[in-house]
């Protein structure tokens, strides 16, 4: 082989050695960016998952405490019916003098007894 020749194909075994350099370097840098894609969409997910609970969660214990109010409420509006009701049949009664109870528990309302 003559000195170019010797010379062409040094120098092309020296640009493919750099281009394989290059190639692997270039390789390695898109697997990194690959991986911290990966890890940064899972830390994304793992924090989601986390609020949806977290939001879950607390939309349930408003809910039972709503449900909770609502059933107090429920409770003394239904006393207050019965005793209005009963403060009605009283009146009915002692208007018609058929008033058992010696003792109204409404003062303004006097038995016939």
């Given at each position: 082989?003559?000195?170019?020749?010797?010379?062409?194909?040094?120098?092309?075994?020296?640009?493919?050695?750099?281009?394989?350099?290059?190639?692997?370097?270039?390789?390695?840098?898109?697997?990194?960016?690959?991986?911290?894609?990966?890890?940064?969409?899972?830390?994304?997910t793992h924090?989601?998952?986390?609020?949806?609970?977290?939001?879950?969660?607390?939309?349930?214990?408003?809910?039972?405490?709503?449900?909770?109010?609502?059933?107090?409420?429920?409770?003394?509006?239904?006393?207050?019916?019965?005793?209005?009701?009963?403060?009605?049949?009283?009146?009915?009664?002692?208007?018609?003098?058929?008033?058992?109870?010696?003792?109204?528990?409404?003062?303004?309302?006097?038995?016939?007894?």
């Amino acid at each position: 082989m003559d000195t170019n020749t010797q010379n062409l194909s040094q120098k092309s075994d020296e640009v493919a050695g750099h281009a394989q350099e290059k190639k692997d370097e270039m390789m390695s840098k898109a697997s990194d960016a690959t991986q911290t894609a990966k890890d940064k969409a899972s830390d994304a997910t793992h924090t989601a998952k986390d609020k949806a609970s977290s939001t879950a969660q607390s939309a349930q214990q408003s809910a039972h405490e709503t449900k909770d109010q609502a059933g107090n409420i429920l409770q003394k509006t239904g006393e207050q019916v019965k005793s209005m009701a009963q403060g009605a049949a009283d009146a009915v009664k002692s208007t018609l003098g058929i008033n058992t109870d010696t003792t109204s528990s409404h003062p303004n309302i006097t038995s016939k007894n």
